[in-house]
């Protein structure tokens, strides 16, 4: 069995190895970004925790859901439907909320917590 001495060294060396690898890295030149200005406002779909609807921002039922998300999404090119769904919500809402929307038209679908 090696002595413990022996041991400590070892590790010694490995960190100082490990952290003197670390502060190296390689120089990237990166292409500067332009932010794009977005013309259309996302549709966006909200379930609070009292399991009420809100189509950008108006207070709506399931059952008047799909004939105004169908009159959003006509006027769109994106097809983006945002749910933003509280905390402890019923499955059952969200998974209407998603069939709701993909009947009324949309493609893509972005979810917030």
Same mark, same amino acid.
């Given at each position: ?19 003197? =690898? @670390?502060?190296?890295? !390689?120089?990237?030149? +990166?292409? $500067? ?10 549709? &966006? ?14 207070? =709506? @039922?399931?059952?008047? !859901?799909?004939?105004? +998300?169908? $009159? ?10 945002? &749910? ?30």
């Amino acid at each position: 069995m090696a002595p413990l001495i022996d041991v400590v060294f070892l590790l010694l060396i490995f960190f100082m190895l490990t952290f003197a =690898i @670390q502060g190296q890295g !390689l120089a990237l030149s +990166l292409p $500067e970004g332009e932010e794009t200005q977005k013309s259309e406002k996302d549709i &966006i779909v909200k379930i609070d925790r009292n399991s009420n609807l809100h189509l950008n921002d108006k207070l =709506i @039922q399931i059952d008047s !859901l799909r004939s105004a +998300l169908t $009159e959003e999404l006509s006027i769109r090119s994106d097809k983006l439907v945002v &749910i933003d769904s509280a905390p402890k919500v019923k499955y059952d809402l969200f998974a209407q909320v998603l069939d709701v929307s993909r009947e009324a038209g949309a493609e893509n679908f972005s979810i917030i917590k």
